[in-house]
């Protein structure tokens, strides 16, 4: 499943732009190869800051056991990597040194594993008021060399971690099964249940960062929305806001057919939405600030939902599920 496509970022040079063709032709593979596939969570060019610190993602897959990093290079050439591990590149018969992409993505690893160890209970939150958290996951990386490239090594076999970008999908699929058990062993490797991946996802993607933005993105409503739902899991309480001069709870409708008397709202992996119980009609969640007329963002706290404006600070009542929903976590 693709949560997060590439965003369309301005090209400052032809380096840049190489370099997002090359990011953008590996997002297709892995949609082609991941698209509907619920094992594999796939998030593309994800921005996180933590710590005064920044980091720039490729491409991030989840799956059932852990984490993979593919960072993604573009080469009209050749890169050669000598028998210390060292690269370069040639281009128009120069050779040039670069940073390891290898040791880039590891750096990422590290940077996500902090993240996630700081912020854990907004990340996987709690299973029968207990913290979860994310240890015993594995954590891979990649290296995607554009198509048109050529990979050259001193020391005979090549990392398997480096391979061409139409080569990844496969690559993927190879990490996952080596860490599913033979049918003769008991699989006792921690695994991440589809409403944890949805919660891990959900979490990176409302925490992405473009660069010169503080606000998190706009989360568009799911092209599969029986996949992953889930209701949100339970935040600790946030800091009082400010409240809004505002009426209370709005009414809401069916988008489809109209009907307002048995909605609720799930999640998918694109963000929330109602469902109708009367038609089974699926309507995005949206939310307007009632004292700025800006978009909102939706929050769930238990069964109640509130509308929190960015720009004024402002929080309103904006839905409540029915009592019989409150635990539909799976």
């Not at 589809?194 to 992405?208: C, G, K, P, Q, R």
């Not at 992996?269 to 119980?277: D, H």
């Not at 700025?292 to 600070?313: D, H, I, L, S, Y």
Request: net charge neutral.
């Amino acid at each position: 499943m693709i949560l997060k496509e590439l965003d369309n970022v301005p090209a400052a040079d032809r380096f840049s732009v190489a370099g997002h063709k090359a990011e953008k032709a590996l997002a297709f593979y892995l949609k082609r190869g991941f698209g509907r596939d619920k094992k594999f969570h796939v998030l593309n060019g994800i921005r996180l800051e933590h710590d005064d610190d920044a980091v720039q993602i490729d491409h991030l897959i989840l799956h059932p056991y852990g984490f993979i990093i593919v960072e993604s290079k573009s080469v009209h050439d050749t890169v050669h990597i000598d028998r210390h591990g060292h690269w370069c590149r040639t281009f128009k018969g120069q050779r040039k040194g670069m940073g390891s992409p290898i040791l880039q993505a590891e750096r990422q690893t590290d940077f996500l594993k902090d993240i996630f160890e700081d912020r854990r209970e907004e990340v996987i939150g709690t299973l029968f008021g207990i913290q979860q958290g994310l240890g015993g996951r594995t954590y891979d990386v990649l290296v995607a060399i554009s198509d048109n490239g050529r990979i050259t090594c001193e020391r005979g076999a090549l990392d398997p971690r480096i391979c061409k970008a139409d080569e990844v999908v496969d690559r993927v699929r190879s990490i996952y099964k080596g860490y599913k058990p033979s049918l003769s062993l008991l699989d006792s490797r921690p695994k991440f249940r589809l409403a944890d991946m949805d919660s891990i996802a959900t979490f990176l993607v409302e925490n992405h960062r473009p660069v010169g933005t503080d606000a998190p993105p706009v989360v568009e409503p799911s092209p599969w929305p029986g996949f992953g739902l889930r209701s949100e899991p339970e935040l600790a309480p946030e800091t009082p806001r400010r409240p809004a001069k505002t009426p209370p709870e709005p009414t809401h409708t069916c988008g489809k057919c109209g009907d307002g008397g048995d909605l609720r709202i799930l999640w998918g992996p694109y963000g929330y939405y109602f469902k109708c119980g009367a038609c089974g009609g699926n309507t995005k969640a949206q939310a307007t600030c009632g004292a700025c007329g800006k978009p909102a963002r939706v929050r769930k706290q238990g069964r109640a939902f509130f509308a929190e404006c960015q720009a004024c600070g402002t929080s309103r009542a904006y839905f409540s599920n029915p009592p019989e929903d409150a635990d539909a976590a799976e």
